[in-house]
């Protein structure tokens, strides 16, 4: 069974400072790996997603996120934070084939962004 | 591109009436859509699959007779809510996959924007 922990319900930081917001996962065969954004109100919009080859990917906004194996995480950063970032973000794993392809949720992580 | 849309944004009904919420990917064809609930400051909960053609799948928990979903064509799908009741008000987002980019590996769904439905 696939699972997606999500470490820290809130984060919050200053403008300008490297957000980072962390995501673990579990998984029995080879994951796909999703990070959305959601702001208020509103539905999801995908920010990136690892399916094979380069480790590091680089999504919209000025966020990436790096895979690794050996440590099953999936973490999203973004070196300067906008007062545009406050949001809801989602870490989502999925398998490649079948029933397995349904995205799994972690429970987000809150966004805060201060001036 | 890769736009999923759903009507309507918000409605309010009466304890025991019905209500049908729309999803529509506007430019992709989706062989497969996905409805969701959520819950306040919550994650998503996946309520069914949805395949075009072909009954819903439906998750463990999820009441297949009050919450109908009908995916009639490449670009609809439906979610009725039947006989709603007040710990029915969530929030209803669809989600769907580009059929022409399932060979690609491409996996992620396009959401909609959501619908915000309270029962009186």
């Known amino acids: 069974a696939q699972s997606v922990t999500q470490l820290g319900s809130h984060v919050s930081v200053s403008e300008g400072a490297l957000v980072l917001l962390r995501c673990n996962y579990s998984?029995?065969?080879?994951?796909?790996l999703f990070w959305y954004v959601q702001y208020p109100n509103q539905g999801l919009q995908l920010l990136l997603k690892?399916?094979?080859?380069a480790t590091l990917v680089k999504g919209i906004n000025g966020f990436e996120a790096e895979f690794k194996k050996s440590e099953t995480s999936f973490h999203l950063t973004k070196p300067s934070a906008h007062m545009s970032d406050a949001a809801e973000y989602f870490c989502?794993?999925?398998?490649?084939?079948?029933?397995?392809?349904?995205?799994?949720w972690g429970l987000g992580t809150s966004l805060a962004v201060n001036p | 591109g890769a736009v999923v849309s759903q009507h309507p944004s918000r409605v309010i009904c009466k304890s025991g009436t019905s209500v049908k919420i729309e999803c529509r990917s506007l430019?992709?064809?989706?062989?497969?859509m996905f409805w969701y609930r959520q819950f306040p400051k919550q994650s998503l909960m996946l309520m069914a699959t949805?395949?075009?053609?072909?009954?819903?799948?439906?998750e463990q928990g999820v009441e297949k007779d009050k919450f109908l979903i009908n995916h009639a064509s490449l670009t609809l799908s439906t979610l009725t809510v039947t006989s709603a009741h007040p710990e029915d008000s969530s929030f209803y987002i669809c989600?769907?996959?580009?059929?022409?980019?399932?060979?690609?590996?491409?996996?992620?769904?396009?959401f909609g924007p959501g619908t915000r439905l309270t029962v009186t």
């Open positions: 989600s769907a996959r580009d059929w022409s980019k399932m060979g690609q590996g491409a996996h992620e769904q396009y």
């Open positions: 430019d992709f064809q989706a062989t497969t």
């Open positions: 949805s395949n075009e053609g072909s009954k819903a799948t439906y």
């Open positions: 998984s029995s065969v080879p994951p796909y």
């Open positions: 690892y399916t094979t080859g």
């Open positions: 989502a794993v999925s398998g490649r084939w079948g029933n397995n392809r349904k995205l799994i």
